[in-house]
């Protein structure tokens, strides 16, 4: 496989992901990135008349989710509010406050919120030796969750979307990223062994 040239056109490559083979142009690169975003959001259940509410903040990450509404309903189904704090932790517990209050207001049904999947690794790993990390429950839909940050940033960079914060848990997004140096899909595998490991608690 030519390394420099997109496997689906053959133009000149400006994406190699290293757990491919995912050797892109920018065009198709959009493309991969946005089918796996309405991919993801379809295994998490979004209903065609559900009504929706959007989680943003000054972030990178809520930049592109905000870009990327337009692919799921129109505009009068969505409701969004943005909400700021530092700690990405804090902030999780002032988004699930703040949702539950909006979603009894405004009698949406869904919760769209912009974690990815580097930030969802960490609070994986997080829940193993603390009960204080916030839990989402089955009205949070998360379209970024199955997005590497850099990924998203690479997006955001080619559709000219505004660059923000950046979410983040520096104690195990180091040791994650260290990993990862050797093993590209740990992000991944992590998240499919949530998966076996809900199984295994029913």
Not at 110 to 136: G, H, M, Q, T
Request: net charge positive; charged share 35%.
């Amino acid at each position: 496989m030519d390394k420099k040239r997109c496997i689906l056109c053959n133009k000149k490559a400006v994406v190699n992901l290293a757990y491919g083979p995912h050797v892109y142009c920018k065009k198709h690169f959009c493309e991969f990135f946005e089918k796996r975003v309405k991919r993801n959001v379809k295994k998490q259940k979004l209903g065609k008349f559900d009504k929706i509410l959007v989680l943003l903040d000054d972030s990178t990450n809520s930049n592109v989710l905000e870009y990327l509404l337009k692919f799921f309903h129109n505009e009068k189904k969505i409701k969004k509010i943005k909400l700021k704090t530092k700690d990405p932790w804090n902030y999780e517990r002032l988004v699930i406050k703040k949702a539950k209050m909006f979603i009894k207001k405004e009698k949406c049904d869904k919760i769209f919120y912009a974690s990815d999947i580097n930030f969802e690794s960490c609070r994986i790993l997080a829940l193993l030796f603390s009960k204080n990390i916030p839990i989402l429950d089955e009205k949070f839909i998360l379209p970024l969750s199955t997005s590497p940050y850099k990924e998203i940033l690479l997006y955001a960079k080619f559709k000219g979307i505004k660059k923000g914060k950046k979410w983040h848990y520096p104690k195990f997004e180091k040791f994650l990223e260290r990993v990862a140096k050797r093993n590209p899909s740990i992000w991944f595998n992590i998240l499919k062994a949530q998966g076996v490991l809900k199984k295994l608690a029913v």
